[in-house]
Nanobody
């Protein structure tokens, strides 16, 4: 199982980035999530989407700024991040729950995820 994660980098506060995650297998009815881990902090769920229905979850800290979506034809999940803040700086990980659990539950329980990407660094700094 492999993930192709892309879109990270350095951006100034207030800027935007779009992260992409393409697994090596079809999305089907799995739940895919983005998690992040900042230095010295625990990994936290940012956003999740149940692939077949499009149900989504966004953490309160990003709710008005981030959007998660999927393109079934491209087998890719996106995390559009706007109005980025320095506190968004972290390594962002794509992960998948093969049981297709509810996005809101899966986001709060990283242990439910079956496979993880290697992570990509997002740095928000002036």
């Amino acid at each position: 199982v492999q993930f192709v994660e892309s879109g990270g980098g350095l951006v100034q506060p207030g800027g935007s980035l779009t992260l992409s995650c393409t697994p090596s297998f079809a999305l089907h009815d799995y739940t895919i999530g983005w998690f992040r881990q900042a230095p010295g902090k625990e990994r936290e769920g940012v956003s999740c989407i149940k692939s077949n229905y499009g149900w989504t979850y966004l953490a309160d800290s990003v709710k008005d700024r981030f959007t998660i979506s999927r393109d079934i034809a491209k087998n890719t999940v996106y995390l559009q991040m706007n109005s980025l803040k320095p506190e968004d700086t972290a390594v962002y990980y794509c992960a998948i729950d093969l049981q297709g659990g509810p996005p809101g539950l899966v986001a709060t329980m990283p242990s439910l995820m079956d496979y993880w990407g290697k992570g990509i660094l997002v740095t928000v700094s002036s």
